[in-house]
């Protein structure tokens, strides 16, 4: 699979991550896992793209996190989707949705 | 089991100043990396290397910085201080490569001292590039304005400052030429450091603002 240039990443990790959010809450780890797998590892996020991000969606007020113990005894930071967040989601998508657009009426990278 | 706790304030002793939580966050996020891989068949001292490495070396270092950007540099610090801090650092060196260049201030005398007007026509950059930087992180013009008036603020603060001391302490001295030579100086400093540059960085500020108006791309 062909590796996926930093700042497009940056870019579309809010939204990745907001998505994952909006099915349930998830702790940083889960999120970074769940992400990899279901991108078949196109999109992987290594602490020091993850955690600031996190934080940065915290401040902004559309994700908030909470420590939670887990069965095991074990504590997680768990971060969930604010009313707000869930607002930004589709704004987001469209956004990408006319970068696409606009960016396969150029290449034609649909049909490459 | 490794206490990957202890392990991150050891190796990202920074965090734990800025921000302990983020030390428990991480350690967390080890953990599980770290179990993951033993779930995976890996070696204890392979899955130990390797889950170590997402903190040392080149990733260390990025790690703090990412976390320095995103925790510190963030609204007011982004949106006018650093293009502030930016503007300043343009007007000082301006000043002192005029200075090392022996291009003397001693062009016009327009208050009964020397005034450096080859400075004050570099101000206009430093004024734009204030307002570019601030316009590229920031949003409203009272921040733009801010940002490329910084260095006269703060000189002017820094030079009234310095004349209240000096005032003060002439007081005790009690001496009346020295009071005198204060009063001469109060009437050329300011301006000259502080008023007249504020003017010639906001003229830069205005031309920067009316170029970008003029060549911003249509939404």
């Known amino acids: 699979m062909a590796a996926v240039n930093a700042q497009i990443k940056r870019g579309s990790a809010e939204l990745a991550v907001l998505t994952l959010l909006a ?13 990899e797998a279901q991108t078949g590892g196109v999109l992987r996020f290594d602490m020091a793209s993850l955690y600031p991000m996190l934080h940065r969606l915290e401040r902004k007020g559309w994700v908030k996190a909470e420590w939670h ?18 607002k930004q989601i589709a704004p987001l998508r469209a956004q990408w949705r006319a970068f696409f ?12 | 089991m490794p206490d990957w706790k ?38 204890t001292e392979i899955a130990f290397q390797h889950t170590l490495g997402q903190i040392e070396g080149r990733r260390r270092i990025w790690l703090v910085l990412r976390f320095l950007q995103e925790e510190l540099m963030t609204g007011f610090m982004r949106e006018a201080a650093l293009p502030g801090l930016m503007t300043s650092a343009a007007t ?7 200075a090392l260049g022996h291009i003397r201030g001693n062009v016009i005398w327009l208050l009964g001292g020397p005034l450096p ?39 002017g603060t820094l030079i009234l400052l310095l004349f209240a001391i000096g005032f003060t302490l002439s007081g005790f001295v009690n001496h009346y030429q020295l009071v005198s030579a204060r009063l001469e100086s109060l009437g050329l400093v300011p301006p000259g450091f502080a008023i007249i540059p504020a003017a010639f960085s906001l003229l830069g500020a205005a031309i920067a603002e009316v170029r970008t108006k003029k060549f911003r791309p249509l939404a």
């Open chain 1, 23 to 35: 099915e349930n809450p998830l702790h940083g780890y889960e999120i970074a896992k769940q992400i």
């Open chain 1, 69 to 86: 113990t887990l069965p095991n005894g074990r504590r997680r930071r768990c971060y969930r989707l604010t009313a707000a967040g869930r």
């Open chain 1, 101 to 112: 657009q606009a960016l396969e009426s150029v290449t034609g990278f649909q049909n490459a």
């Open chain 2, 6 to 43: 202890q392990i991150v304030r050891k190796n990202l002793g920074v965090f734990e100043v800025c921000s302990p939580e983020f030390t428990e966050e991480l350690a967390a996020h080890l953990e599980d990396n770290y179990e993951a891989l033993l779930g995976e068949g890996l070696p």
């Open chain 2, 92 to 98: 000082g060196l301006f000043y002192w490569t005029l």
């Open chain 2, 117 to 155: 007007l080859w400075w004050w026509c570099l101000l206009p950059i430093c004024g734009a590039l204030g307002a570019i930087l601030s316009r590229r992180n920031g949003r409203s013009s009272l921040q733009r304005i801010a940002a490329s008036l910084l260095p006269s603020v703060t000189l």
